[in-house]
């Protein structure tokens, strides 16, 4: 089945532990993007990477990075998280192509609340 | 910069039809998308629009008009289901390749 998983789904921690969210697509996708969803802010591009080794920021990447060493996995990084990145955060992919839409595969979320 | 507005919230009675609105303010535009999101899941892409027009998939439909820089989603024979999210999202030369940026969303409630 094709999908994007996306782990943990939950994650409860504390101000400056460093935490790691993974992302995998198996639909050899070149695309993928981290997002964070905020009550009444929608969907905001955080970083994304248009092939391996390829990455660049998005619209709010203060904060966080990410990898792109294999082209199924993109996990997103926060170094020191700080309470104002508890958000929901979605990871999404899709194949490559400037002249015609490709829609975005989106992973299930995950709720990460930094206490 | 660039801006999308829809309305916050919209409710509409089942079996009736609805419309969300979207206007945008972007340069070098290529198409405009749109995701229902269900509370608690993953948005879905329900449809897209690259030229003037009406594009129908089933009970939804898409139109654009790329000079009035202005779509909507239709969504007819409203069932309790539809009661979600919807983003519209455009894909621009400000986004870049394939980045989306994202309406804030509206609320769709369907009531009996």
């Known amino acids: 089945e094709a999908q994007v998983t996306q782990n943990p789904r939950y994650l409860i921690t504390v101000t400056g532990k460093k935490l790691t969210v993974t992302c995998s697509q198996n639909m050899n996708h070149e695309y993928m993007s981290w997002y964070r969803q905020d009550p009444g802010l929608g969907l905001r591009q955080i970083y994304y990477?248009?092939?391996?080794?390829?990455?660049d920021k998005g619209d709010v990447p203060e904060g966080y990075k990410v990898s792109r060493k294999e082209k199924r996995n993109f996990p997103l990084i926060l170094e020191s998280p700080s309470p104002n990145q508890t958000s929901l955060y979605f990871c999404?992919?899709?194949?490559?192509?400037?002249?015609?839409?490709?829609?975005?595969?989106f992973g299930d979320g995950t709720r990460l609340s930094i206490l | 910069g660039q801006s999308l507005e829809q309305p916050s919230e919209v409710t509409a009675v089942e079996g009736a039809i609805v419309q969300i609105n979207c206007t945008y303010q972007?340069?070098?535009?290529?198409?405009l998308s749109w995701y229902q999101q269900h509370d608690g899941g993953a948005p879905t892409f329900l449809s897209y629009?690259?030229?003037?027009g009406l594009e129908e998939t089933g009970r939804f439909s898409s139109f654009l008009s790329r000079s009035d820089s202005y779509g909507y989603l239709l969504l007819q024979e409203l069932q309790m289901k539809d009661s979600a999210s919807y983003f519209c999202a455009v894909r621009s030369d400000q986004t870049g390749a394939n980045n989306l940026f994202f309406g804030t969303g509206t609320r769709l409630t369907v009531i009996p």
């Open positions: 629009n690259g030229l003037d």
């Open positions: 990477s248009m092939n391996v080794e390829v990455t």
């Open positions: 999404a992919s899709s194949p490559l192509d400037r002249n015609s839409n490709q829609p975005q595969h």
């Open positions: 972007t340069s070098g535009f290529y198409g």
